[in-house]
């Protein structure tokens, strides 16, 4: 089943990530086609995962293979062999901080993962994310009680419904709006992205064309990109590579080949910009953090770039050539993102060579 490779995928890409740093900043969902199997699913339903935004760095603190500096860098990074506190010019926290720098980078982190709504419910095959032990309680409600809590702006009561194959599309698609409208940036762009990608590829296997249902349903896929691109959040992006890195997903639905440079995205980012700015002034909805860049989250968006661009080159490089020009910009590679990279390669060398070991 489709639903099951992605879903393979998507606990692959984050086990590799972990494999790295013992973390990863994005996101990631599993979709499937099923037929109405409740009373309130009446269409086909993508059931949402988001991938894990984060796992401790206190598990490779202890690993050599991560702790020991690349020996091209331990000049330059720890030069009297000391690590540096928080506050100082860092880059991977791993190699770079104190355990005291670490400590508040991971609850830095965290809290920001909280605030943007990265948290997703064990997944079918048993693998359980960081933090989804915030959903458990409304994965198991009913179906009526998810929705009282829903109405009274239960956050991981809305997040639990969009992972949840009882709710219609219609109404996950307005809960991971109202989502974002509370400055949710993980789970709801996320399945908003697989969505229009869904919808797009059902359009395309029954016509066999590529009309302008479906370059708009790209296009909204691209907006929600790039809008958390703009907010440091590459969870979207991960979705969207994982979607379309596997080998059933038509080609002529890939962005490059659907919308080119000359497209629509910015419409739809203003779109959607308008439409949360609006709902948030008619509800007074005050986000739960405001949006800016603090050093943890720079540093884990790189990471993750630097990731995606081992990985998924390609889609990578696609998606850079869609996109308007101040998302893509921050999808370059900066100094930290090829350090990040050579640190990848070396600590999967270093592991290679302590395994053949063995």
């Not at 099923?34 to 059931?47: I, L, R």
């Not at 390609?314 to 020009?325: F, H, I, N, Q």
Request: charged content about 25%.
């Amino acid at each position: 089943m489709k639903k099951l490779r992605v879903i393979i995928s998507i606990a692959l890409l984050g086990l590799l990530v972990l494999f790295f740093y013992g973390r990863f900043s994005g996101g990631g969902l599993s979709s499937d086609k099923h037929a109405q199997a409740t009373a309130h699913q009446v269409a086909p339903q993508p059931v949402i995962r988001e991938l894990d935004a984060k796992q401790p760095l206190s598990d490779m603190a202890h690993d050599k293979s991560f702790s020991e500096t690349p020996p091209g860098q331990k000049t330059a990074n720890n030069a009297n062999h000391c690590k540096m506190d928080y506050d100082s010019d860092w880059c991977i926290a791993a190699t770079d901080l104190n355990e005291q720098g670490i400590a508040y980078y991971q609850q830095e982190l965290e809290d920001w993962n909280l605030s943007r709504g990265r948290i997703s419910p064990p997944s079918p095959d048993g693998y359980v994310p960081d933090r989804s032990q915030y959903l458990v309680p409304y994965m198991a409600s009913s179906y009526d009680e998810l929705w009282q809590q829903i109405r009274v702006g239960n956050e991981y009561a809305m997040i639990a419904a969009i992972g949840r194959r009882d709710f219609d599309l219609e109404s996950q698609r307005k809960v991971a709006q109202q989502l974002i409208v509370k400055g949710h940036t993980g789970a709801a762009l996320s399945h908003l992205v697989l969505m229009e990608l869904s919808n797009a590829e059902m359009k395309y296997k029954t016509t066999g064309l590529v009309n302008a249902e479906i370059e708009e349903s790209i296009g909204r896929a691209m907006a929600y990109i790039a809008y958390g691109i703009s907010r440091f959040d590459l969870g979207a992006a991960s979705t969207y590579m994982v979607t379309v890195g596997t080998a059933d997903f038509p080609r002529e639905l890939k962005p490059l080949s659907v919308l080119g440079k000359g497209n629509r995205i910015e419409d739809y980012i203003n779109e959607l910009e308008e439409f949360v700015s609006k709902e948030r002034a008619d509800k007074n909805v005050i986000p739960a953090a405001p949006d800016k860049q603090l050093k943890a989250v720079k540093h884990d968006f790189e990471s993750t770039l630097a990731y995606l661009s081992r990985e998924y080159a390609y889609e990578l490089s696609a998606l850079k050539g869609v996109l308007p020009d101040s998302a893509g910009a921050m999808l370059e590679s900066s100094e930290c993102v090829q350090r990040q990279v050579e640190f990848m390669n070396y600590a999967e060398q270093n592991r290679k060579a302590r395994s053949g070991a063995k």
